[in-house]
C-alpha cells in the first residue's frame, strides 16, 4: 500500500525495510518503525484524527509532540483501551489498533457537530448559567450534561499493562536530551558526576533533529549520536528516552515516567542537582477558523520532514510572526512540495537564502481558512486588500514559548517577562537554588549558545558538586545551511478580522470572544478567567494556548503581559496514569495482609474471613453441607461456647512486653488502674487514656516476672499503643529504665472458652493442675506443652470459664487442633467474631472502636470506678475539664427489643417516639447490636442520656428507615455477677 | 517530598518513613493538678504555626523509631537541621533572620546535621 505523503530523504528516524501495518478507526495503513502514530497518519494522507471537546469540529494533527492538543485518541482494543493519549507520542507497531475519540456515530459524519448550530449559548460559563434555572430540571441536566462531558471514554475492562516504580540516586538530572542536555549531560559526566538524563522523545537530540545544521562537522544526527555514545559508555550515566520528568517536588525530588515496551515505570528520583534543558514549544497564531485540519505548527513541519520523511502537504502557506518559519518554507521546498505564500504580520521580512522566488506578504494576515474537514485555500489581508490562495497546507508560527514548567513547579517569582520571546523566561541561569536553566528555556537563540549555555551549566553543577576538574568539553562548530533563522516574534498573535471562531485553546474549545465574554463580565485576574473560560484546563494544560491567552487578556485590559501574569504552575506536566502512580500495589499488593499461624486451618474449615485492620479473621465458619447463614452459623457457635465449649483464634491481638527497672512505675502512669501493681503472675484488665481524657485502648496487663509485664491491646490499636508508649518513654519520662518489645507476632494465642473449658485443658494438659484453686480467675502460669514455652492465661472476655493459651506461632497450628480433639468429647466448636461478639455484648464487654469512638470517658461507659489512687496518670487531668464532667453526657445502657424479635438496626439513633419522620432530638445512639443467645432475643448496647431501666424508646436508621422499639436495661444481659467465669 | 537526616540513624531517608508528630519542646507539666483549665488547655491543644522557622517533632516512624527534632523553614520547606531529644535548636528564628540565606536546598540537605557530604 503507498503511503502519499512519503518522501525519500536522508537523516532520517524512521527504518523504511520495516513496514508496520497499523489500523485507525477500522482502516488499515501502513508506516515504519520509527513512526509515530501521528507521521504515520500524516504519511497516509490522514489529516481528519478527532472531533472537538465541546463544538465537535473536525481537527486535525497540529504539532509533533507532547504539545498536542487535538490529536487525542484511544488505544487498542475498544475497553481494554488507554483513552486520550497524543498521537504524537505515540509509537507505531505492528499491529496498533487506535480510533478516534468524541464522535459519533463516525468521525466524518459526527452529530455531535449539530451543535455547533447552538453555540452562541455555549460561550465562557456556560454550564453555570444556563443550568442553573429552575433547580428541580437540575437532575435532568445532570445526564445529559455528564453524557457530553469529558475527553474520550474510560476503558471498561481491567488494565492488563505492567507498571512498575524505582527510586533513584543522582548527582545530576539532566531534563531533556537536546544540544543543551546534551553538552551539560557531557561536561558533568566528565568529571565523574553520576547523571541521569532524559528525555521524553524516544529519538534524542531535540531541536537539532528538525534543523539543518552541522556541528562539528558531521550532521546533527551523527553528532548526536556520537555524543550519545560517549555517555552511554560510562557507567556513571543512565540515559532514559520516553521519559517525562511530569513534578519537581522538595528537596529535589524529580517524579519520572518512563514508556518502555514492557509497561510504564514510574521513577522517584532524588537529584542533588538538575539541569533543565526542556527546550521549547511553538505558539499557534489566532485567527478565523485557525482550527482547520491542515493548520498545522510550522517546526512540526520540519520534523515530520526531517525526521520522517513526511510532507504533510503538496502546496502550503505559510503565516508567521517571527523568522523561524521560513526554515520551515526551505524544508517544504527542499521535500519537493510548493510554497505557495509566507504571509508575515511584520513590516518587513527578513531575508533569506532559496526563498528568492517565493511569494512573501508582509504586513498581511490570514483573515479565514476555506475547508471544513480540511484546508482548500487560505484568505489573505494585505492592506485593504483580500486574496484567495489555494493550498493544501497551513503552516503557522506565533513564536515560540520556552518550557519553563519544571522551574515554575516551586513558585512563578522564578520567572520573567521577556519581550524577545513574548514569553516568560527564568530570571537567571539558577533560578532555583540548586537547579540550573540552560538553552532554549533559558532564553538562549542562537544553537551555539545553546551549546554554550549546556557546557556551562553542565560545568556550574559539578564544580557545586564538588566533582574533580576534568579536561572541558569544547564548543563544537556550528555551520548552519543557509543562514540560522531566529525564534524572536512580534508582539503579535492574533488577526483581528475574519468571520469564522478563533480559537485560543483548542482542546477546550475557548475563542477569543470567550476570553472578552469573560473580561466584559467583569473577571481580571488571569487565574479566574482560566476557571471560568476553561483556557488551558485540557490534558495538554494549555501548552499551545496560554501565551497567546494571556496576551490577548492583557491586550483587552490596557495592561503589559507581565501585569497580567500567567497562571500557577503545577505537577503533572503532562498526564501521568493511574496505574503508573499505582504501580504494583494494586489487589491483593494494595496493602499488607496480616494472617494468623492458624489461618490455613481456617480456610480449610469453610471460614468466612473479615478484615480487622490488616489481619483477615474468620467471621464465622460455614460447616460443609450445612448452607448456614452468618446469623444461623454464630448463633450456633455463640450457644455452644454458653453451653459447652469452643476455641478462637485471638492471635491478632496487639502484644507488648514491657521491661525494666521502671516497668511497673510506666505502667502506672499510662493506665488509669495502676496496672503496674498486679501481682506477680496475675493479669488486670487495664484502660488507657489520651492525654484529652478519652479512652484510648484497653486490654490485660500481665505480671510476668519481676519487672517484666506483657499487655494486650485490641487488634486495630496494636500500632497506635506501641506509638503512644514509645512517645511517653521517649519524650515524657526519658528517666524512666523501660525497654518496650512489640512481640504481637512471635504468639499464636487461643482462646478456650465454655463450662467445659476446664475439662479441656486438663485432657490438653494432663500434667498441669488447672483446678480453680491452682489457676483461678485473672491467674497466669507458664507451662510446657509439647516441649515449648507455653503461656496459660485465665481471661475472659466472653463471660464463660476461659483461658487463653499463647505458644509461639509456629506451633500456634499444633495447639489448635490439639484442643479441637482434647475437646470433642465436649462438644468443642470453633467459633468466629461474630459470635465473639454476640457473647461479649451480652455480657456488657465493649470494644474500642464501636462503643468506644475515642468520644467516651472512662465515667461515660461506667469505668469510672476503675480509678485508683491519687497519683497522676496520662488523660487524668483532663477528666476534670468541665465539658467531660458536665451532667447530661450520654452513658453506656443495654437494650432489648421490645417484642423480643425485630432486629436493632446498625448505627440507629434513639429517639422518644415512634419514627414517622418528623424531626425529633436524638437522645443517643446504638453503639452495637447484637443478638442474645441466652435471651433469645435481639439486644444491643448504646450510649444515651437516659436514666430509669425499663424505659421505651425507638431505635431508627436514619440510612434504611428501619426501626425498632426498645427497653432501656443494664448493659449486662448474662451472668452479672461473674460467677460464670470465676466458677 | 523530604529527605531527612536522622540524627540517630546518621542517615537520610525519605520522608515516607518519618512520620510528623507537631510542635517539638512542648513539656508535659510536671504536676498537672496544680494547672488552671488555662495552662492545661495551653499544654493539649495550643501549637505555634509560624510562616518561617519552626521546630517540629518527628518520629522514625519505619527506622529506630526515635523520635527526634527538625528545624524547618514552613515557607521554603528547607530543613535548617535536625537534632536529637533533649538538645537545643542551633538555629532559631532569630539567627535565621541574622544569617545569610543559604545556596542551594541540596545542599542544605547535605547539611543538616553536619553529617555526609
Known amino acids: 500500500m503507498t503511503q502519499p505523503n512519503r518522501i525519500a530523504w536522508d537523516g532520517l528516524q524512521i527504518d523504511r525495510r520495516r513496514a508496520l501495518s497499523f489500523r485507525f478507526n477500522g482502516k488499515t495503513y501502513q508506516g515504519y518503525e520509527g513512526d509515530t502514530l501521528a507521521s504515520a497518519l500524516l504519511a497516509n494522507g490522514v489529516h481528519l484524527v478527532g472531533r472537538s471537546f465541546k463544538y465537535h469540529r473536525p481537527r486535525g494533527i497540529l504539532s509533533a509532540g507532547v504539545e498536542e492538543p487535538n490529536a487525542l485518541v484511544e488505544l487498542g482494543r475498544e475497553g481494554a483501551h488507554q483513552p486520550n493519549l497524543r498521537a504524537t507520542e505515540i509509537p507505531l507497531f505492528d499491529g496498533l489498533e487506535a480510533r478516534s475519540q468524541n464522535c459519533w456515530p463516525s468521525l466524518k459524519w459526527d452529530l455531535g457537530a449539530a451543535v455547533q448550530l447552538a453555540s452562541p449559548m455555549l460561550t465562557a460559563g456556560f454550564y453555570y448559567k444556563t443550568f442553573m434555572q429552575p433547580s428541580w430540571a437540575w437532575r435532568h441536566y445532570e445526564k445529559v450534561i455528564r453524557k457530553a462531558a469529558g475527553l474520550g471514554k474510560a476503558p471498561t475492562v481491567r488494565d492488563e499493562a505492567r507498571y512498575d516504580k524505582r527510586h533513584q540516586y543522582c548527582d545530576l538530572l539532566v531534563v531533556g536530551a537536546g544540544p543543551a542536555g546534551l553538552m551539560a549531560a557531557t561536561s558533568a559526566a566528565r568529571r565523574s558526576a553520576r547523571v541521569i538524563l532524559v528525555d521524553e522523545r524516544r529519538e534524542l537530540g531535540g531541536m537539532l533533529l528538525e534543523e539543518s545544521v552541522h556541528i562539528a562537522g558531521q550532521t546533527a544526527k551523527q553528532w548526536v549520536q556520537q555524543t550519545l555514545a560517549e555517555l552511554e559508555a560510562l557507567e556513571t550515566v543512565t540515559v532514559l528516552p520516553r521519559t517525562t520528568v511530569f513534578g519537581r517536588y522538595r528537596h529535589g525530588k524529580f517524579g519520572l515516567v518512563q514508556h518502555t515496551e514492557q509497561g510504564q515505570v514510574l521513577h522517584s528520583v532524588h537529584a542533588r542537582r538538575a539541569v533543565m534543558a526542556t527546550g521549547a514549544i511553538e505558539r499557534p497564531m489566532v485567527f478565523s477558523d485557525n482550527d482547520r485540519p491542515g493548520v498545522m505548527l510550522a517546526g512540526a513541519i520540519r520534523r515530520y520532514i526531517r525526521c520522517y520523511g513526511v510532507v504533510p502537504g503538496r502546496r502550503a502557506a505559510i503565516f508567521t510572526n517571527n523568522d523561524s518559519a521560513y526554515e520551515t518554507a526551505r524544508c517544504l521546498r527542499e521535500a519537493g512540495a510548493e510554497v505557495a505564500a509566507i504571509v508575515d504580520l511584520r513590516e518587513r521580512a527578513p531575508s533569506v537564502a532559496g526563498l528568492d522566488d517565493v511569494e512573501i506578504l508582509t504586513q498581511a494576515e490570514v483573515v479565514g481558512v476555506q475547508g471544513s474537514q480540511h484546508v482548500k485555500a487560505v484568505e489573505i489581508e494585505v492592506g485593504s486588500k483580500r486574496r484567495r490562495i489555494a493550498c493544501d497546507l497551513l503552516c503557522v508560527s506565533g513564536g515560540w514559548t520556552p518550557t519553563i514548567h519544571l522551574l515554575a513547579h516551586g513558585g512563578k517569582d522564578t520567572l520573567a517577562y521577556d519581550a524577545a520571546w513574548g514569553a516568560f523566561i527564568p530570571t537567571c541561569s539558577e533560578p532555583v537554588p540548586g537547579i540550573h536553566a540552560t538553552g532554549a528555556c533559558n532564553g538562549a537563540q542562537s544553537l551555539v549558545n545553546i551549546l554554550a549555555q549546556g557546557i556551562a551549566a553542565g560545568e556550574a553543577a559539578a564544580e557545586a558538586l564538588g566533582c574533580e576538574a576534568a579536561t572541558p568539553v569544547a564548543l563544537p562548530e556550528v555551520q548552519h545551511r543557509g543562514g540560522e533563522l531566529s525564534p524572536s516574534a512580534a508582539p503579535v498573535c492574533e488577526v483581528r478580522g475574519g468571520r469564522g471562531k478563533k480559537f485560543v485553546d483548542l482542546q477546550d474549545d475557548v475563542t477569543v470572544r470567550d476570553l472578552e465574554l469573560a473580561l466584559r463580565e467583569g473577571y481580571r485576574s488571569i487565574e479566574h478567567v482560566k476557571r471560568y473560560t476553561t483556557l488551558g484546563m485540557g490534558t495538554d494544560q494549555g501548552r499551545t494556548s496560554n501565551i497567546n491567552g494571556m496576551r490577548i487578556v492583557a491586550e483587552r485590559l490596557g495592561k503589559r503581559i507581565d501585569e497580567v501574569g500567567t497562571t500557577t504552575f503545577r505537577p503533572p506536566f503532562t498526564p501521568v496514569s493511574l496505574g503508573a502512580l499505582a504501580g504494583r500495589e494494586s489487589d491483593r499488593r494494595l496493602d499488607v495482609l496480616r494472617r494468623s499461624p492458624i489461618h490455613d486451618w481456617h480456610v480449610r474449615n469453610g471460614a468466612v474471613f473479615m478484615p480487622s485492620g490488616l489481619w483477615l479473621r474468620p467471621q464465622y465458619y460455614r460447616r460443609p453441607g450445612h448452607g448456614e447463614t452468618l446469623t444461623e452459623a454464630a448463633r450456633k457457635e455463640a450457644a455452644n461456647v454458653r453451653d459447652k465449649v469452643g476455641i478462637a483464634d485471638v492471635s491478632t491481638l496487639g502484644k507488648i512486653e514491657v521491661q525494666g527497672r521502671d516497668a511497673a512505675e510506666f505502667l502506672n502512669r499510662l493506665y488509669i488502674n495502676r496496672c503496674g501493681n498486679v501481682g506477680l503472675h496475675k493479669a488486670r484488665y487495664g484502660v488507657m487514656l489520651r492525654e484529652d481524657g478519652f479512652v484510648f485502648d484497653d486490654g490485660t496487663v500481665v505480671k510476668l516476672a519481676d519487672n517484666r509485664y506483657l499487655i494486650s491491646t485490641t487488634t486495630v490499636n496494636a500500632g497506635a499503643v506501641l506509638s503512644h508508649m514509645e512517645f511517653h518513654q521517649q519524650m515524657v519520662w526519658p528517666e524512666l529504665s523501660v525497654h518496650i518489645e512489640p512481640v504481637t507476632e512471635q504468639w499464636a494465642v487461643v482462646a478456650l472458652a465454655g463450662p467445659a473449658s476446664r475439662e479441656v485443658l486438663a485432657r490438653l494438659m494432663p500434667e498441669e493442675d488447672v483446678s480453680n484453686q491452682a489457676l483461678p480467675f ?206 | 517530598m523530604f529527605y531527612i537526616h536522622c540524627p540517630y540513624c546518621g542517615e537520610h531517608r525519605e520522608e515516607e518513613e518519618f512520620h510528623p508528630k507537631g510542635q517539638a519542646h512542648i513539656v508535659r507539666p510536671k504536676d498537672p493538678e496544680s494547672c488552671s483549665d488555662e495552662e492545661w488547655g495551653d499544654y493539649l491543644f495550643f501549637r505555634d504555626n509560624p510562616r518561617g522557622v519552626h521546630h517540629e517533632l518527628w518520629v522514625h516512624a519505619v527506622g529506630c523509631r526515635k523520635f527526634f527534632n527538625i528545624t524547618r523553614h514552613t515557607v521554603t520547606y528547607e530543613i535548617l537541621e535536625t537534632y536529637k531529644m533533649g538538645e537545643q535548636p542551633t538555629i532559631t528564628a532569630e539567627t535565621y533572620a541574622a544569617s545569610a540565606q543559604p545556596e542551594s536546598e541540596a545542599s542544605q540537605v547535605v547539611k543538616q546535621a553536619g553529617v555526609r557530604a
Request: aromatic letters at 8%; proline letters at 7%; glycine letters at 14%.
Open chain 1, 778 to 983: 485473672l491467674g497466669y502460669r507458664e507451662v510446657c506443652f509439647q516441649g515449648v514455652t507455653t503461656r496459660l492465661f485465665r481471661i475472659s472476655f466472653s463471660g464463660e470459664l476461659a483461658y487463653e493459651i499463647a505458644v509461639p506461632a509456629d506451633h500456634g497450628l499444633t495447639l489448635w487442633e490439639a484442643l479441637l480433639e482434647a475437646g470433642e468429647p465436649f462438644g468443642i466448636m470453633p467459633y468466629g467474631l461474630e459470635a465473639m461478639d454476640y457473647l461479649r455484648i451480652e455480657k456488657g464487654h465493649l470494644i474500642i472502636g464501636t462503643d468506644i469512638d475515642g468520644r467516651v470517658t472512662p465515667h461515660d461507659i461506667g469505668l469510672g470506678g476503675m480509678i485508683r489512687g491519687d497519683d497522676d496518670f496520662i488523660g487524668r487531668r483532663s477528666l476534670q475539664r468541665p465539658a467531660l464532667t458536665e451532667e447530661g453526657r450520654p452513658r453506656l445502657v443495654g437494650f432489648v427489643s421490645a417484642d423480643g424479635e425485630t432486629p436493632i438496626p446498625a448505627s440507629a439513633q434513639l429517639v422518644a417516639e415512634r419514627w414517622t419522620g418528623t424531626p425529633q432530638d436524638s437522645l443517643g445512639r446504638i453503639t452495637s447490636p447484637g443478638f442474645s443467645p441466652v435471651l433469645d432475643c435481639p439486644i444491643a448496647l448504646g450510649l444515651a442520656e437516659v436514666e430509669a431501666e425499663g424505659g421505651s424508646l425507638y431505635a431508627v436508621s436514619p440510612l434504611t428507615g428501619e426501626q425498632a422499639e426498645v427497653t432501656v436495661t443494664r448493659p449486662v444481659f448474662h451472668d452479672p455477677k461473674g460467677e460464670r467465669l470465676r466458677g
